[in-house]
């Protein structure tokens, strides 16, 4: 992941007054942190509990699968699942040891380094998927009625859009 500078454009000049939030903001604002850090703990532990991945290790899985022969570029992939490079790193060191992944000099230039998905990882995934999907289910699909799942889903569209343009 690459931090985002700060657009000097959208900084307030040194000593203005902060533009605070108002309480209704500051309640949904308060609501989302609380929100996504319990959902991502519980989903967490829902995985490690029934299959023995972290989250983390779950979504490498997962885009590895997605990807033509198994194989991503680990700079795409820490790029993909907004992960640094080391923390990419660590977390696919411990995959390899396990014999989920494994990582070799880039097919295309030799420079870079490419994970590729092992059958292992592959049957690991294959068995977390239910998993995982179960709890998805019943920790966000279920608890929001339809419309209310594609408004969270456009809005953080449009979040990750947002960021992303201002992003190197």
Do not use: K
């Amino acid at each position: 992941m690459t931090q985002t500078p700060i657009d000097p454009s959208t900084e307030a000049p040194p000593g203005a007054p902060a533009h605070w939030l108002d309480a209704e903001q500051q309640v949904a604002w308060r609501a989302l942190l609380t929100g996504t850090s319990v959902l991502f703990d519980a989903l967490g532990r829902d995985l490690e509990h029934g299959a023995g991945l972290s989250l983390n290790e779950y979504e490498v899985l997962v885009r590895l699968s997605e990807a033509p022969g198994r194989v991503l570029r680990m700079s795409v992939l820490a790029e993909e699942l907004v992960h640094s490079r080391s923390r990419l790193t660590h977390t696919v060191s411990r995959m390899e040891r396990a014999g989920l992944v494994s990582r070799c000099s880039s097919a295309q230039d030799g420079r870079g380094v490419d994970c590729m998905l092992t059958d292992a990882g592959m049957a690991q995934l294959e068995a977390a998927a239910p998993v995982h999907v179960a709890s998805v289910r019943r920790r966000l699909v279920d608890v929001l009625s339809r419309d209310q799942l594609l408004a969270l889903g456009a809005a953080y569209s449009q979040i990750d859009e947002e960021v992303r343009s201002h992003a190197g």
